[in-house]
């Protein structure tokens, strides 16, 4: 993923996400649902696209609020869909709502999302794809990639000679303490 290094750092959408937040570990439940969901609005679009109208979506998901988006209706769904400062497509609003509720299950089997994520890893791309598909809705390959990238669960995120990489690094992602043999041969990665 070297060439978002390149293109991304000061620039004025890109920059702030490159630097401080794609492949960092650490996030709490919120954070994680609203990657989540940015990802799974980003297939057939631009990331600049995505994070253009991320505070909008932020917004119009009620900060990403797991409980909230896990009990929306149909008047929610139509409301979303009117709403031009999101990506509107019926699928992907209703995939994230489903997700929501799934993110609410895994508390109670699991201890939370980060809990289930910490707890299936580490696993190849295509196992986590599967993984991903057995319990979420619109997590094809390229979503499921992205988002654990972006949460520091595949490597991948950060080119080595990029400064972000060392910022990364010294956090002591996912990947990083897993047997890198793992990953040999992910076309992924």
């Given at each position: 993923?070297?060439?978002?290094?390149?293109?991304?750092?000061?620039?004025?959408?890109?920059?702030?996400?490159?630097d401080?937040?794609?492949?960092?570990?650490?996030?709490?439940?919120?954070?994680?649902?609203?990657?989540?969901?940015?990802?799974?609005?980003?297939?057939?679009?631009?990331?600049?696209?995505?994070?253009?109208?991320?505070?909008?979506?932020?917004?119009?998901?009620?900060?990403?609020?797991?409980?909230?988006?896990?009990?929306?209706?149909?008047?929610?769904?139509?409301?979303?869909?009117?709403?031009?400062?999101?990506?509107?497509n019926?699928?992907?609003?209703?995939?994230?709502?489903?997700?929501?509720?799934?993110?609410?299950?895994?508390?109670?089997?699991?201890?939370g999302?980060?809990?289930?994520?910490?707890?299936?890893?580490?696993?190849?791309?295509?196992d986590?794809?599967?993984l991903?598909?057995?319990?979420?809705?619109?997590?094809?390959?390229?979503v499921?990639?992205?988002?654990?990238?972006?949460?520091?669960?595949l490597?991948g995120a950060?080119?080595?000679?990029?400064?972000?990489?060392k910022?990364?690094?010294?956090?002591?992602?996912?990947?990083?303490?897993?047997?890198?043999?793992?990953?040999?041969?992910?076309?992924?990665?």
């Amino acid at each position: 993923m070297s060439w978002y290094c390149e293109v991304a750092p000061g620039h004025p959408v890109h920059g702030k996400y490159h630097d401080k937040e794609y492949g960092f570990p650490g996030r709490n439940e919120r954070e994680l649902f609203e990657l989540l969901a940015l990802e799974i609005f980003q297939p057939g679009l631009s990331w600049e696209l995505i994070l253009k109208k991320r505070p909008t979506t932020v917004a119009a998901f009620e900060n990403f609020d797991v409980d909230k988006v896990a009990n929306y209706k149909k008047r929610d769904i139509n409301r979303l869909l009117k709403n031009s400062g999101i990506i509107r497509n019926r699928r992907k609003v209703e995939a994230i709502i489903k997700n929501a509720a799934v993110i609410i299950e895994m508390r109670e089997t699991h201890g939370g999302f980060a809990k289930w994520l910490a707890k299936n890893h580490p696993l190849a791309h295509k196992d986590w794809v599967k993984l991903f598909r057995k319990h979420f809705a619109f997590t094809g390959p390229e979503v499921v990639n992205e988002f654990l990238m972006g949460t520091g669960y595949l490597p991948g995120a950060h080119a080595k000679k990029c400064p972000i990489y060392k910022k990364i690094s010294a956090k002591n992602p996912p990947w990083m303490k897993a047997d890198q043999s793992i990953y040999k041969n992910n076309p992924k990665v």
